[in-house]
T-cell receptor
């Protein structure tokens, strides 16, 4: 069964600290993996897109990694800011037939001053 | 500005009263889709459209209809809403292939 699991479910950190969010998937065949940031009550916004051959991709203070062999990805946030408080959703694109988006349930991050 | 626009943002309605949530994109994207988001669950696809006049069911299509008469618009229709359709709905669009998907701001629907 195609699944995307994220951990932790929620996380609280102090402003300025780093954190790492995890994503494990069982989607096959695999096309690409995406990380989205979703502010409360708003639509998800794309952070990174990683294909099979990419191990690391950065977008400002966000760095995503992908290990296609173990089917794991992580999103590392450096020097967190209050504005990083949001849900972070891992999405794996793949599955049989047309490109199907399989969404994780997200990690809810709260950054405290 | 490139965007996906949904209307309304908030809607409270009664069981059985037909409603339409509109979605429009200004990026000339071929692919559009509708999702619902419920607590503890990932976004689930309701319907999608690969291009004008081409629509198909997603994972949870029951109780919903869509149409794609124009490339920019993809309305979601609830013919007879029920309380289990209370949810946060998102419209999304992207270019054909594996481009970035843009999401609308969401429509919070409550059916009483």
């Amino acid at each position: 069964k195609n699944q995307v699991e994220q951990s932790p479910q929620s996380l609280i950190i102090l402003e300025g600290k780093n954190c790492t969010l995890q994503c494990n998937y069982t989607v096959s065949p695999f096309s690409n993996l995406r990380w989205y940031k979703q502010d409360t009550g708003r639509g998800p916004v794309s952070l990174t897109i990683m294909t099979f051959s990419e191990n690391t991709k950065s977008n400002g203070r966000y760095t995503a990694t992908l290990d296609a062999d173990t089917k794991q990805s992580s999103l590392h946030i450096t020097a967190s800011q209050l504005s990083d408080s949001a849900s972070y959703i891992c999405v794996v694109v793949g599955g049989s037939g047309t490109y199907k988006y399989i969404f994780g349930t997200g990690t809810r991050l709260k950054v405290l001053a | 500005e490139a965007q996906v626009t949904q209307n309304p943002r908030y809607l409270i309605t009664v069981t059985g009263k037909k409603l339409t949530v509109t979605c429009s994109q200004n990026m000339n994207h071929e692919y559009m889709s509708w999702y619902r988001q419920d607590p503890g669950l990932g976004l689930r696809q309701i319907y999608y459209s690969m291009n004008v006049e081409v629509t198909d069911k997603g994972d949870v299509p029951e109780g919903y209809k869509v149409s794609r008469k124009e490339k920019r618009n993809f309305p979601l229709i609830l013919e007879s809403p029920s309380p289990n359709q209370t949810s946060l709905y998102f419209c999304a669009s992207r270019k054909a292939g594996t481009g970035i998907t843009f999401f609308g701001q969401g429509t919070r629907l409550t059916v009483v």
